[in-house]
């Protein structure tokens, strides 16, 4: 990328990203396991973050990523790990509006909703007809 | 064949800007089903399993809006099969910082970029000021001549230029070489009087038109009372945030 009469210096230079949740898909999918990818679709309110924002549950309920923090994510993951179980999707309505006069330090005031997608390496190999 | 891990994977290392569509919810006759997916990378399906021609084209084109939105959301597409709701992940080109001019601003400058994410590149004509020992965060320093080294690059919306060099008469030709490109911001350092005369030569000599040099940030950063170069620095990213996600950049208790 650098022009006549500049030169490089030194460094790994393009800063590989190889943290990306998908990366930690990938890396169940390749060892044979079923996993959740649980993602906030919509929000209501005042929630922990933001729309796009995304946990991965596995079989065993491990977590990697955040949703929240205490916010709901056990309800998530209960729900995460039935999805793996049956293999299908859901979506999950985390109602935070209950949690405000609990002394939870997760107190919020939002509702958000969750989709809660099954991944296996069949389907994932299912990327079908690139074009 | 590939897989959606595999493809989603390439994009991240690559940087590339994409889209995956998730079908949450179908209703009607659609035999789409919840969990089928389709992933654009650059206006092209990279990978689907969606099975209908009709949802992927809707998808297609949902994702193109999505994307120049920068905003991941959930839509309802309204199909002849049915209805179905479907959530856009929306991965956009990281965003890059470009700092021309390695002196005391640029220290903080390219520390306080990083912790925000952007991939931050360095250039400078000094190979004193544009080294990995001044800079060991930077994503990339590059040494030349600074117009020229602009001028070789590609510019894209992701983009945003910070001209901060040790001189007017080094900003100025960067200035010239970046004007029209497509950064998504152009901020520029200096006093308000030699701006003036930097501008005014811009509409003489090389016929600038007036809404191109309005595009340029220059005094560069919010007005935050900046003392030290750290100040300066936050300042200019600020700045550059406001413009990255269209704030308005007022204390939010004075609303």
Same mark, same amino acid.
């Given at each position: 990328?650098?022009?006549?009469?500049?030169?490089?210096?030194?460094?790994?230079?393009?800063?590989?990203?190889?943290?990306?949740?998908?990366?930690?898909?990938?890396?169940?999918?390749?060892?044979?396991?079923?996993?959740?990818?649980?993602?906030?679709?919509?929000?209501?309110?005042?929630?922990?973050?933001?729309?796009?924002?995304?946990?991965?549950?596995?079989?065993?309920?491990?977590?990697?990523?955040?949703?929240?923090?205490?916010?709901?994510?056990?309800?998530?993951?209960?729900?995460?790990?039935?999805?793996?179980?049956?293999?299908?999707?859901?979506?999950?309505?985390?109602?935070?509006?209950?949690?405000?006069?609990?002394?939870?330090?997760?107190?919020?005031?939002?509702?958000?909703?969750?989709?809660?997608?099954?991944?296996?390496?069949?389907?994932?190999?299912?990327?079908?007809?690139?074009? | 064949?590939?897989?959606?891990?595999?493809?989603?994977? &390439?994009?991240?290392?690559?940087?590339? =800007? !994409? $889209?995956? #569509?998730?079908?949450? +919810?179908? *209703?009607?006759?659609?035999?789409? /089903?919840?969990?089928?997916?389709?992933?654009?990378?650059?206006?092209?399906?990279? &990978?689907?399993?969606?099975?209908?021609? =009709? !949802? $992927?084209? #809707?998808?297609?084109? +949902?994702? *193109?809006?999505?994307?120049?939105? /920068?905003?991941?959301?959930?839509?309802?597409?309204?199909?002849?099969?049915?209805?179905?709701?479907?959530?856009?992940?929306?991965?956009?080109?990281?965003?890059?910082?470009?700092?021309?001019?390695?002196?005391?601003?640029?220290?903080?400058?390219?520390?306080?970029?990083?912790?925000?994410?952007?991939?931050?590149?360095?250039?400078?004509?000094?190979?004193?000021?544009?080294?990995?020992?001044?800079?060991?965060?930077?994503?990339?320093?590059?040494?030349?001549?600074?117009?020229?080294?602009?001028?070789?690059?590609?510019?894209?919306?992701?983009?945003?230029?910070?001209?901060?060099?040790?001189?007017?008469?080094?900003?100025?030709?960067?200035?010239?070489?970046?004007?029209?490109?497509?950064?998504?911001?152009?901020?520029?350092?200096?006093?308000?009087?030699?701006?003036?005369?930097?501008?005014?030569?811009?509409?003489?000599?090389?016929?600038?038109?007036?809404?191109?040099?309005?595009?340029?940030?220059?005094?560069?950063?919010?007005?935050?009372?900046?003392?030290?170069?750290?100040?300066?620095?936050?300042?200019?990213?600020?700045?550059?945030?406001?413009?990255?996600?269209?704030?308005?950049?007022?204390?939010?208790?004075?609303?």
């Amino acid at each position: 990328m650098a022009g006549l009469g500049s030169c490089y210096e030194g460094g790994d230079g393009e800063g590989k990203k190889k943290d990306s949740i998908y990366h930690q898909v990938k890396e169940f999918l390749d060892k044979g396991e079923t996993l959740a990818v649980a993602t906030i679709v919509s929000v209501k309110g005042s929630t922990p973050r933001e729309v796009g924002a995304k946990m991965v549950v596995t079989a065993w309920g491990e977590i990697l990523g955040t949703i929240g923090g205490g916010c709901g994510e056990a309800d998530v993951k209960r729900e995460a790990i039935e999805a793996i179980r049956t293999r299908k999707p859901r979506t999950v309505r985390i109602d935070l509006l209950d949690d405000i006069s609990s002394d939870s330090p997760a107190v919020c005031g939002g509702i958000m909703n969750i989709f809660i997608d099954p991944w296996w390496p069949e389907r994932d190999q299912e990327a079908g007809s690139a074009r | 064949m590939t897989s959606f891990s595999e493809e989603l994977v &390439a994009i991240s290392e690559q940087g590339a =800007a !994409a $889209v995956l #569509a998730t079908v949450v +919810e179908v *209703a009607g006759e659609s035999r789409v /089903e919840a969990g089928a997916k389709c992933l654009v990378r650059d206006g092209k399906v990279a &990978a689907e399993n969606i099975g209908d021609p =009709a !949802a $992927v084209e #809707a998808i297609l084109r +949902e994702s *193109a809006a999505r994307l120049s939105a /920068e905003k991941s959301q959930l839509v309802s597409l309204d199909l002849p099969s049915g209805k179905l709701e479907v959530f856009f992940e929306v991965m956009p080109e990281p965003p890059k910082l470009i700092v021309v001019g390695a002196g005391h601003i640029a220290v903080p400058l390219v520390q306080i970029a990083k912790v925000l994410d952007f991939h931050v590149i360095v250039i400078d004509d000094r190979l004193l000021f544009a080294n990995r020992e001044r800079f060991p965060d930077a994503d990339e320093v590059l040494v030349g001549d600074m117009a020229r080294v602009l001028k070789e690059m590609t510019l894209t919306p992701a983009c945003y230029i910070v001209l901060i060099t040790r001189g007017h008469s080094y900003d100025e030709p960067c200035l010239r070489e970046i004007i029209h490109s497509q950064a998504k911001y152009i901020g520029m350092i200096g006093s308000r009087r030699r701006i003036k005369a930097c501008f005014q030569r811009f509409r003489d000599e090389d016929k600038v038109a007036e809404e191109v040099i309005e595009r340029v940030y220059a005094p560069i950063g919010l007005d935050i009372g900046t003392e030290t170069p750290a100040e300066i620095a936050l300042a200019i990213l600020g700045e550059v945030i406001k413009v990255r996600r269209g704030g308005k950049a007022a204390s939010l208790s004075d609303r």
